[in-house]
């Protein structure tokens, strides 16, 4: 029972910034690890970046040395800092929770690098 919410979402240029917010609630104890994948319109889901609570952290290959997570464990929130912005990166962002029970998802902000 873990409820996701994200934010910061929009439209930017090719080679700007942009960071997403996501704050998660409820059994937040039960929370092992945070973060966020993506989804464009007819393609699949795919892992953008994860943290654990340890701070092991997992980024997809497309967005090596451009995106970062920013966790704090204490609020339970993860925020991704988009920078350098390519058109492939758009797409529908999905925060997620992995849990004890079960893993979670957030709805979703639209991000659309475009000039």
């Known amino acids: 029972q873990v409820k996701l919410v994200e934010s910061g979402g929009g439209l930017v240029q090719p080679g700007g910034s942009l960071r997403l917010s996501c704050q998660a609630s409820?059994?937040?104890?039960?929370?092992?690890?945070l973060g966020w994948y993506r989804q464009a319109p007819g393609k699949e889901r795919e892992l953008v970046a994860t943290?654990?609570?340890?701070?092991?952290?997992d980024y997809g290959e497309s967005v090596k040395g451009r995106f970062s997570l920013f966790r704090d464990n204490a609020k339970s929130t993860v925020d991704l800092q988009m920078h350098s912005l390519k058109p492939e990166d758009t797409a529908v962002y999905y925060c997620f929770a992995r849990a004890l029970l079960d893993n979670y998802w957030g709805q979703g902000t639209q991000v659309t690098v475009s000039s």
């Open positions: 943290i654990t609570f340890g701070g092991a952290e």
């Open positions: 409820g059994s937040v104890r039960t929370i092992s690890g």
